[in-house]
């Protein structure tokens, strides 16, 4: 049996699958942004103690880069800021000696969309996680693309802007300065000085027809669609799905993205790339994913 663990803002939660891939058990941790290294592997470990140990064959876990997926170590976290050069994958295999693999949680986004959702049996699979920031995960032939050490596909880096809006990555317009809630609530801000507390919030604003939101939005769309463009240039997906936070409302976003699209990508290409909403396959689910593309099942 396969346990996936998902390292998320507030909460760790894991899962543990059969064979069949259906699920057994679920627990969950909730995190305190002010724990410290030893703190965290303690927690990791905690909740895995809580499922039989003598039935687990592997464990996946999924966590916020930038990390390196050879070594498991976490280099820091956006959520757990105290954080640093985290020895996860060692610290747990003392405890268990059966496969561990780490990796970033877009990836695991990705393959979890691969295994349970609606990118099963895409062989050329590109899946955009659109929430405080912008990610990706590609796989390409039932495989994860994991770049020289898994920090490949941070698709939310690509400049679209010359020296545009300022990102958190200390950089200057980057994709996720533009869409993504980080992104569309900072923008806003510009325009209004009001600072909007939730993605959710900032739609409402669109669809109620707030003037500056609708400018925001389709800068947004427009940017995020140049992102989109480059990226169908480079490795002609089949399939793009959106997840995350924004992806609920994909009801507003489809149509002037497809639009945008349509002007801008090779219209060959253009023709049989399929971009719809995903099934936001839950984190452990797609962290027990990185051990299935292993065959390790
Ligand atoms: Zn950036």
């Given amino acids: 049996m396969y346990l996936g663990i998902d390292i998320g803002g507030g909460s760790i939660k894991a899962t543990l699958l059969n064979?069949?891939?259906?699920?057994?058990?679920?627990?969950?941790?909730?995190?305190?942004?002010?724990w410290t290294n030893e703190e965290f592997l303690f927690g990791v470990l905690e909740i895995i103690k809580k499922f039989p140990?003598?039935?687990?064959?592997?464990?996946?876990?999924?966590?916020?880069?930038?990390?390196?997926?050879?070594?498991?170590?976490?280099?820091?976290?956006?959520?757990l800021k105290n954080l640093k050069q985290v020895p996860l994958k060692s610290f747990l295999q003392k405890y268990y000696s059966i496969p561990i693999i780490i990796n970033n949680d877009a990836n695991c986004a990705a393959l979890g969309e691969y295994y349970?959702?609606?990118?099963?049996?895409?062989?050329?699979l590109l899946v955009v996680a659109l929430g405080t920031g912008l990610g990706a995960g590609w796989v390409y032939e039932g495989k994860l693309f994991n770049g020289y050490k898994g920090n490949g596909m941070e698709l939310g880096h690509i400049t679209i802007v010359y020296k545009g809006a300022l990102c958190g990555c200390g950089q200057q317009g980057c994709a996720e300065s533009y869409f993504s809630t980080k992104g569309l609530l900072g923008r806003y801000f510009e325009q209004t000085k009001i600072q909007l507390n939730s993605a959710q919030e900032f739609f409402d604003k669109v669809k109620a027809g707030d003037v500056h939101a609708k400018y925001v939005f389709q800068l947004g769309?427009?940017?995020f669609a140049e992102c989109l463009r480059s990226i169908i240039h480079?490795?002609?997906?089949?399939?793009?799905?959106?997840?995350?936070?924004?992806?609920?409302?994909?009801?507003?976003?489809?149509?002037?993205?497809?639009?945008?699209?349509?002007?801008?990508?090779?219209?060959?290409?253009?023709?049989?790339?399929?971009?719809?909403?995903g099934l936001n396959v839950a984190g452990s689910l797609g962290a027990a994913s990185l051990l299935f593309q292993e065959n390790l099942c």
């Fill in 116 to 124: 349970f959702g609606n990118g099963k049996g895409v062989n050329n």
């Fill in 221 to 223: 769309i427009e940017i």
């Fill in 53 to 79: 140990k003598e039935k687990m064959h592997g464990i996946g876990i999924g966590t916020p880069g930038p990390l390196d997926i050879e070594t498991g170590i976490i280099y820091h976290s956006a959520n």
């Fill in 234 to 277: 480079i490795i002609n997906p089949e399939k793009i799905i959106l997840v995350g936070g924004i992806s609920n409302a994909y009801d507003l976003i489809e149509l002037p993205l497809k639009e945008y699209l349509q002007k801008i990508v090779f219209p060959e290409l253009w023709n049989y790339t399929r971009i719809e909403k």
């Fill in 19 to 34: 064979q069949k891939l259906e699920v057994l058990q679920q627990e969950s941790l909730v995190t305190n942004p002010n």
